[in-house]
């Protein structure tokens, strides 16, 4: 019998030299109004306080427990929460991060309401822009108001809009069971490595039943606009191999459905041009990157996707030798008024425009154009 008030939650915290932020972090989880937890503190050998910081909150608490460990990477350092894992849920809170204090208890209570209960509860999240500065803002996350499946719970053909916005894992909680049956776990890619990101595709593409509660929680802090440039330069090619790593999925498990492999696409695009507006196309690494990745899209749905660019369609023509499509201006220019007013009620007319600024900048050169 599911009793949302007494099922136990494992949360799951990696960390890796987190201490100016653990404490609000655990603060964070400690405070939920569900109280039926463990905190899973993982210290991935810290060379700071972190553990410091773990050890004194596990003096006063006893739902936390603390698992010392050497350096293997945030994939390993959850699997190893996984494996350590007492609950039937399982969350995730990376320690730079914090949690409004009903999202357990709503989620749960939520999944409740549903038959049968979902093995996934979503959610959207509130992206920390520019945090701890003085311009720092909560907004929305860009799915909040937008996944809409006809009934829940759904499966994720019924949802692909999912799978085009970053993986933020950790906006959701999973069933244990659906987990450990699928044998789901983390790649161990050294450092961060973005192995949320096939984590993402295997869970929501394995689901059968994934449930969506459209309020957010999670306040996920961003990364600047210049830890995103330093990130281009030094791991320009990491996007490309996790973007690989989640076609491998869809590949293994036969997914078909072309809203998925749209969502995916935009994912590639996006990536893509996150890189080259720091790092270009003449760096011959990141060419040979973007023609792999292109010759894995599916040529028709590429050159129909009604979201992506003009340019971005003539791009993927150039890198694989096939001749640009003609039009399809009038119509984009379409969406982008449909998007612009989602900004507009999402993030509001300020942060719209600060958006519609950036992207007009920067547009020639990530769609490849100096």
């Given at each position: ?18 201490g100016p932020y653990l404490e609000q972090c655990l603060d964070s989880i400690l405070g939920q109004t569900h109280q039926n937890l463990e905190v899973l503190c993982l210290n991935d050998g810290s060379t700071d306080d972190s553990l410091e910081i773990m050890n004194r909150y596990a003096a006063s608490d006893s739902r936390i427990r603390i698992i010392d460990k050497q350096n293997e990477g945030y994939g390993a350092t959850c699997n190893r929460g996984l494996e350590e894992a007492h609950g039937t849920w399982i969350a995730i809170v990376e320690p730079d991060d914090w949690i409004e204090p009903g999202m357990y208890a709503d989620m ?263």
């Amino acid at each position: 019998m599911f009793d949302p008030r007494t099922e136990l939650i494992s949360v799951i915290v990696p960390t890796f030299n987190a201490g100016p932020y653990l404490e609000q972090c655990l603060d964070s989880i400690l405070g939920q109004t569900h109280q039926n937890l463990e905190v899973l503190c993982l210290n991935d050998g810290s060379t700071d306080d972190s553990l410091e910081i773990m050890n004194r909150y596990a003096a006063s608490d006893s739902r936390i427990r603390i698992i010392d460990k050497q350096n293997e990477g945030y994939g390993a350092t959850c699997n190893r929460g996984l494996e350590e894992a007492h609950g039937t849920w399982i969350a995730i809170v990376e320690p730079d991060d914090w949690i409004e204090p009903g999202m357990y208890a709503d989620m749960l209570a939520f999944a409740a309401t549903l038959d049968p209960i979902p093995q996934i509860i979503k959610t959207p999240y509130w992206r920390i822009w520019m945090p701890d500065t003085p311009e720092q803002r909560k907004i929305n996350c860009s799915y909040k108001n937008r996944v809409n499946p006809p009934a829940q719970p759904f499966v994720i053909t019924e949802a692909a809009h999912l799978l085009t916005h970053h993986p933020s894992i950790w906006s959701a909680i999973y069933s244990k069971a659906f987990l450990d049956e699928f044998n789901i776990r983390f790649k161990p890619i050294p450092g961060a490595g973005w192995a949320d990101n096939p984590f993402l595709m295997e869970t929501l593409c394995r689901a059968n039943a994934i449930a969506y509660l459209d309020t957010p929680y999670y306040c996920y802090r961003e990364e600047t606009p210049e830890k995103s440039q330093s990130f281009a330069e030094k791991s320009t090619l990491l996007p490309f191999d996790r973007w690989n790593d989640m076609q491998d999925i869809l590949d293994e498990l036969g997914v078909r459905d072309e809203r998925v492999l749209r969502a995916h696409i935009s994912r590639g695009f996006t990536y893509l041009s996150g890189i080259i507006e720091y790092v270009d196309l003449t760096h011959e690494d990141v060419y040979q990157a973007a023609q792999a990745m292109f010759s894995r899209m599916d040529k028709q749905l590429v050159l129909t996707h009604p979201e992506l660019s003009p340019g971005a369609k003539a791009l993927y023509c150039e890198i694989m030798g096939y001749e640009p499509p003609q039009g399809g201006h009038i119509h984009y220019l379409g969406n982008l008024v449909k998007q612009g007013m989602y900004n507009i009620k999402n993030v509001g007319p300020s942060f719209t425009l600060y958006s519609t600024r950036h992207y007009l900048t920067h547009k020639k050169k990530r769609e490849g154009r100096s």
